[in-house]
């Protein structure tokens, strides 16, 4: 944790660039900041994952429309503040990526957050030390 | 939301027709009423995705056994017998879908409901006004 | 239930077999007993799904950094022993798989294990009575 699952309609695959959608969202998250100006989100516990879904059916098949599920998972511990800063800022990048899409198709676009609350929760791994402050 | 995702060893793909399965599944949910007889799930709210894995283990390896996880994520709000009813339907609807295909072959097959409790919930998109009901 | 999905970056695909990681998590699984020393999940109820993501942005895209996320989604009712004991087994296993990888790149892995709380649970399929104990 934290991260950014998004799944999709494999039609727009060829409307728009997941890529970039998947880094402007990491940059987003870097940029979060919390009541204290704080970063919100460790810069090694940045990720985004995109999944273009192999099929799908969207409302009552009346067109070829599309969906989007952003999906932010993070872990507790963090203000309301913090949560809320995430999902706008969030939100907006989204709005911004899909506003020429929206001109040409309808689209659904969601973004959620949840608090994970694993029973388990483990790490391995080697790329938090590489952004941790040198003392 | 509500959206539903289905994940599944990869196999199945050329034994089943998944999009097929998609539209099936969301013609139910846009089928779903309440004690008071209205639809559950908003027209523009209905979405199905289905996802092959690429990679996949399933029981002891003792043969090619295949997993469906359906998995329907839907807002808080609405009545046990509404979530119940959709259960109902949607597994009705798998298993008229998967029972040719269960003669053939070992499948594990399960139906989950969640209601999501996100600390974040934006929307974005130009999907639900197609569908809003005219004054 | 229980499942366990992982999902990673799409340039791990070729730098790692996800296939036998796939079957490793799957044994261990079956190997993980409970403080009566009994087998905590079903032999025909474990299923491991992979999915490479298509697109993903990790950290500050300062290099080519890999996740996997690993999510085992198991029903309540097990002890929090039982629950701890598939943690750390699984996280073990997971080492062990990667150590060579991490070796050679940077890579954030993370194990989690969740409780589900499903508000409708169905099941289909014939793959539990091929493994149930004959009387």
Known sequence: ??????????????DTDMT??????ADTMLAVRDEAGEQVFPTGG??????????????DGSGDHGFVYLNLRMGKGRSEAAQNNAGQLLLATAKAHFADLLTRRHVGITLQIDVGLPVFDGRIGNLHPLFAPSA
């Not at 970039?20 to 969202?25: T, Y």
């Open 46 to 59: 940045v990720r985004v994952l995109a999944y273009p879904a192999a099929h799908h059916a969207v409302a």
């Open 20 to 25: 970039q959608l998947c880094r402007s969202l």
């Open 1 to 14: 944790m934290p991260h950014l699952v998004i799944l999709y309609t494999g039609q727009l695959e060829h």
